[in-house]
């Protein structure tokens, strides 16, 4: 099992103190949430977090306070394995920062359809809900940096 997934209601992950599963609403994603066993604040995600459903991806986009990059990749694939190595790395380092989801590209395939393009894999980086950049292939993790960099970073004036 991944440590974090999305299910339709919120955000499923470990908290790193006690170990207790808790689910975070997508609507206070935003805010701080804390375990419901220790009472102690619960960091933002660390690592992927795993799409499980089609609605609760869906509301991630449309309540996440700040960048979601998801990443659609193919089971099985060296390309996507290799892929989510990089993210698991990227995810670690920049949590707080920017939420990852990964999307199984052939469970869901209907998401895939909506950007017009074959998962290669495919990455999608999505600021207030909607998507901004889009960029296939397979990326190292300082590429992927990068490319998030350039993306995120305010107009030059």
Not at 74 to 102: F, H, M, N, Y
Request: net charge neutral; hydrophobic share 45%.
């Amino acid at each position: 099992m991944a440590d974090f997934i999305l299910d339709d209601q919120g955000v499923v992950g470990p908290c790193r103190l006690c170990g207790q599963r808790n689910r975070v609403a997508y609507e206070r994603m935003s805010g701080e949430a804390t375990c419901g066993k220790c009472r102690k604040p619960l960091p933002p995600p660390d690592a992927p977090m795993a799409v499980e459903a089609k609605f609760g991806y869906l509301r991630l986009l449309a309540n996440a306070g700040g960048p979601v990059l998801a990443a659609y990749l193919k089971p099985q694939d060296d390309p996507s394995d290799r892929l989510l190595a990089e993210l698991k790395a990227l995810a670690a380092i920049d949590a707080g920062k920017i939420l990852i989801v990964t999307v199984d590209a052939a469970r869901f395939a209907d998401l895939v359809k909506m950007y017009e393009a074959d998962p290669q894999p495919m990455l999608v980086l999505h600021i207030g809900g909607h998507e901004t950049k889009l960029r296939q292939g397979y990326l190292p993790s300082a590429e992927v940096r990068r490319w998030l960099v350039a993306c995120l970073a305010p107009p030059a004036s």
